[in-house]
Each structure stands twice: as structure tokens, then as C-alpha cells.
């Protein structure tokens, strides 16, 4: 079976006012950027054999791929 890992976005302003986001793109608060800066994968993910992982990202601005997570590729179209 193929592990899979999900990494939440960063918080946003509208996170703190309680407002749904769904497909809206607000950017990342300060907070959501300090956090996302943060992040840190356990070792076995970013040890040997980490070049085997492929990751997905959401097109959102407010979902960057966090440094700690390395190249990525958008699941369908992107804005970016």
C-alpha cells in the first residue's frame, strides 16, 4: 500500500475570523508564513530514499510547498 501524507495549508487571515475559504485565495497571514517556514518532515521522509516521493501541491497561493517538502508539482492546472 502507498503511505500517504497530508500537509495543511498555513494560516490565513480568514482563518482567525472564522471564514470558510473553499476555492477563495486569500494569501497567508503572517503567522501562516512564520508556521509553513517551520515545518519539518520526519526523517525517513527526507533521508535516503526520499527522492522517490513525489508531491502534489494545491494551485492556491495560500498552499506553497513548504521548504521542508522539496520540488513539487501541481495536481491539475495551476496559476502559478
Same mark, same amino acid.
Given at each position: 500500500?502507498? !503511505?500517504?501524507?497530508? /500537509? %495543511?495549508? =498555513?494560516?490565513?487571515?480568514?482563518?482567525?475570523? =472564522?471564514? /470558510?475559504? =473553499?476555492?477563495?485565495?486569500?494569501? @497567508?497571514? &503572517?503567522? =501562516? %508564513? %512564520? &508556521?509553513?517556514?517551520?515545518? $519539518? @518532515?520526519? #526523517? #525517513?521522509?527526507?533521508? !535516503?530514499?526520499?527522492?522517490?516521493?513525489?508531491? @502534489?501541491?494545491?494551485? @492556491? #497561493?495560500? &498552499?506553497?510547498?513548504?521548504?521542508?517538502?522539496?520540488?513539487? %508539482?501541481?495536481?491539475?492546472?495551476?496559476? $502559478?
Amino acid at each position: 500500500m502507498t !503511505p500517504l501524507v497530508l /500537509i %495543511r495549508h =498555513g494560516a490565513t487571515d480568514w482563518n482567525a475570523d =472564522g471564514r /470558510i475559504q =473553499g476555492r477563495s485565495d486569500p494569501p @497567508l497571514s &503572517a503567522a =501562516g %508564513r %512564520r &508556521a509553513v517556514a517551520a515545518w $519539518r @518532515l520526519p #526523517e #525517513e521522509m527526507t533521508g !535516503p530514499g526520499a527522492e522517490d516521493w513525489t508531491w @502534489l501541491t494545491s494551485p @492556491l #497561493e495560500r &498552499a506553497p510547498p513548504p521548504p521542508c517538502c522539496g520540488p513539487s %508539482r501541481p495536481p491539475g492546472p495551476s496559476r $502559478r
